[in-house]
């Protein structure tokens, strides 16, 4: 069984500070990582992923984290937060050849001026 | 895209009702997922070259049809209360799950 746990349900940055949006996975076989972003009433867009070689990955919109296996996290980043990051975040588990993703129960990410 | 319909819709308890997805071009896999509000997307099912492909822990009055043409649905009876979510529709190639596209969702309102 694969499960994903992302602290803090909400976390709120200043402008032009650093996001970190925290997640650890547990997985019985290598996994396949995830980022998604929705904004409100719309579906979930794919910032990054991670599924084999380097473990640190770049994404959309500056967005990028770093696969760490002896800590089983999976941590996005972005230098500087701007206003139009604020949405939530998910991060997802999948792999091991099974057909399905299980998300975590998601990250609110507020950007104040 | 992976485009659905209808955007939003509300029905009563009891009711029987039928979200559409249209999946990406040379697609060939579409897999549907609950989202309650407050939380993250669960699994329902999965669909490929028109069999169920994997199920999540959702009962039985929960069913899917794909059709040749790419497009889905998914059919919901006995609607109840805590059936209330958005319902999003991913189509792949072949089950992959890092190929996924998602569409923008059905909102359903039971009442």
């Known amino acids: 069984a694969q499960s994903v746990t992302q602290l803090g349900s909400h976390v709120s940055v200043s402008e032009g500070a650093l996001v970190l949006l925290r997640c650890n996975y547990s997985?019985?076989?290598?996994?396949?990582l995830f980022w998604y972003v929705q904004y409100p009433n719309q579906g979930l867009q794919l910032l990054l992923k991670?599924?084999?070689?380097?473990?640190l990955v770049k994404g959309i919109n500056g967005f990028e984290a770093e696969f760490k296996k002896s800590e089983t996290s999976f941590h996005l980043t972005k230098p500087s937060a701007h206003m139009s990051d604020a949405a939530e975040y998910f991060c997802?588990?999948?792999?091991?050849?099974?057909?399905?993703?299980?998300f975590g129960t998601g990250t609110q990410l507020k950007v104040e001026l | 895209g992976v485009t659905q319909s209808p955007t939003h819709l509300i029905k009563t308890r009891g009711q029987q009702v039928t979200l559409r997805c249209s999946s990406q071009?040379?697609?060939?896999?579409v897999s549907w997922y609950q989202q309650a509000l407050g939380q993250g997307p669960q699994f329902i099912f999965q669909?490929?070259?028109?069999?169920?492909?994997g199920r999540g822990n959702f009962p039985p009055r929960f069913s899917g049809l794909q059709f040749p043409n790419d497009s889905s649905e998914l059919n919901v009876n006995a609607l109840e209360l805590d059936d209330s979510a958005l319902y999003l529709c991913?189509?792949?190639?072949?089950?992959?799950?890092?190929?996924?596209?998602f569409g923008s969702g059905t909102r359903l309102t039971v009442v």
């Open positions: 997802a588990v999948g792999g091991g050849g099974g057909n399905k993703l299980t």
């Open positions: 991913a189509s792949s190639i072949s089950g992959q799950v890092y190929g996924y596209t």
């Open positions: 071009s040379g697609h060939n896999t």
């Open positions: 997985s019985s076989v290598p996994p396949y």
């Open positions: 669909y490929y070259r028109e069999e169920e492909n």
């Open positions: 991670y599924t084999t070689g380097a473990t």
